[in-house]
């Protein structure tokens, strides 16, 4: 493990212990909103719903703004400023016990959380552009262990008081911001000397092709149309994974599946993902050696997933779908962003990772709509057929993204996992 750590550069290494600690102050909080809402502000689950899919469409907005900053404001100013918004508002939620404050505050949350979102996946591919999935990968991975770790302290937390977990994650916050502006300059700077040494260690004769087939090209411009199919094959993946924060709770607990009980498929999601990443390695060796053939195999599983969930009322049928949806979200979330990474232009990885950022948030948004609706109009097998259905939808969309852009790209094995 620690010779795993050791192969990965310190710029990278550095960026997945913010990232722990990132997701760690989040993760003290969104676990509770609905219950604060409801049980601490008084409010009906209707409300609190509501105002969570405002919340994510706060996020949408941020996040592509966020990634527009990162490249044309400028990298730490991004990060400041985001970082300092949450900040304030982090105290705020803290203090407040005024629902119409609360409510602006959770919006102006969502949309400061979205600037900052784009600002790790952004990162890795700035500080390792050769790390292909490998450096995502972990950012990817970490990020969900301090989303293991926030959610038992904030729990910890507001059996104390609720507002510790509002200043929990502000405590998080400051600690990350300390470390991007103590450590962050030095490394773009390490860089972008890295990148210059590269350009001007080639030899002159080199140097001079190199100039002569450069002139009659123009700058390099974002591929839009695999771009959006990448983003469309991610929205539909978001939309068929929300359902089981949503839509499945609900069915689970009509089939007389108790509360602690599904708590514990989200266990096993966490720690699958953690101490399964040997076995996604073995899997990415042996049946998908390419980002693209991860995308493909990651929707198949979702699909997988959904259909021995439509011929399952026992809860092992559950622990069996959780199990292989986690392994086709292993798949298809590090490799996404990873995909847009490789063609996307100089100067502009914050807008793509923020683009990529979005999309997950608009899944995220449109999911627990449309799944109540299916589930209400066809019940629970009608909606795991059309959830199915969707993720071969997801596959055609994987499929043709590389139709708009001649190079084709292979990843190799080693730089696949984590």
């Given amino acids: 493990m620690r010779q795993k750590w050791e192969s990965y550069p310190s710029s990278i290494r550095l960026l997945a212990i913010a990232a722990v600690i990132f997701s760690t102050g989040m993760a003290c909080i969104w676990?509770?909103?609905?219950?604060?809402i409801?049980?601490?502000?008084g409010k009906p689950l209707t409300v609190a719903g509501f105002l969570l899919l405002l919340n994510q469409g706060a996020f949408l907005i941020g996040s592509i703004v966020g990634g527009m900053l990162f490249d044309r404001w400028g990298k730490m100013r991004t990060i400041i400023v985001g970082s300092i918004g949450v900040i304030l508002i982090s105290l705020?939620?803290?203090?407040?016990?005024?629902?119409t404050i609360y409510v602006v505050l959770l919006l102006l949350n969502g949309l400061f959380y979205g600037l900052l979102s784009p600002v790790m996946n952004a990162l890795a591919v700035v500080l390792w552009p050769d790390g292909g999935r490998k450096g995502i990968n972990l950012i990817y991975v970490t990020l969900n262990v301090g989303v293991a770790a926030g959610s038992a302290l904030g729990g910890f937390l507001a059996s104390v008081s609720f507002a510790w977990t509002f200043f929990g994650n502000a405590i998080s916050q400051v600690i990350v911001l300390a470390m991007f502006m103590l450590i962050l300059p030095r490394q773009l700077k390490m860089v972008e000397q890295q990148r210059q040494n590269s350009t001007t260690g080639q030899s002159m004769p080199e140097q001079a092709t190199d100039d002569v087939l450069r002139q009659p090209q123009q700058e390099p411009k974002v591929v839009w149309g695999a771009l959006l199919l990448l983003c469309g094959g991610l929205l539909i993946s978001w939309i068929v994974y929300v359902q089981w924060t949503t839509v499945l709770s609900t069915y689970m607990q009509s089939l007389g599946i108790s509360l602690r009980q599904y708590s514990l498929l989200w266990t096993l999601n966490g720690g699958l993902i953690l101490f399964g990443q040997p076995l996604i390695a073995w899997v990415i060796r042996r049946f998908a050696r390419t980002l693209k053939a991860q995308m493909l195999l990651g929707a198949y599983i979702f699909a997988l997933s959904m259909?021995?969930?439509?011929q399952s009322t026992a809860y092992a049928g559950f622990v069996a779908g959780m199990f292989i949806m986690?392994?086709?979200?292993?798949?298809?979330?590090?490799?996404v962003p990873a995909v847009a990474a490789q063609f996307t232009p100089e100067g502009r990885e914050g807008f793509i990772q923020g683009l990529i950022a979005g999309t997950g948030s608009a899944g995220r948004m449109l999911g627990p709509l449309l799944g109540a609706f299916i589930f209400q109009s066809i019940h629970a097998q009608g909606l795991l057929f059309v959830m199915a259905s969707l993720c071969l939808l997801s596959v055609a969309f994987f499929a043709f993204h590389t139709s708009f852009h001649k190079r084709r790209h292979h990843v190799p094995v080693q730089n696949q996992a984590s």
């Fill in 92 to 99: 705020g939620l803290g203090v407040t016990e005024d629902f």
């Fill in 307 to 310: 259909l021995i969930l439509s």
């Fill in 31 to 36: 676990p509770l909103v609905t219950i604060y």
């Fill in 38 to 41: 409801h049980n601490h502000l």
């Fill in 326 to 335: 986690t392994l086709g979200e292993m798949l298809v979330w590090p490799a």
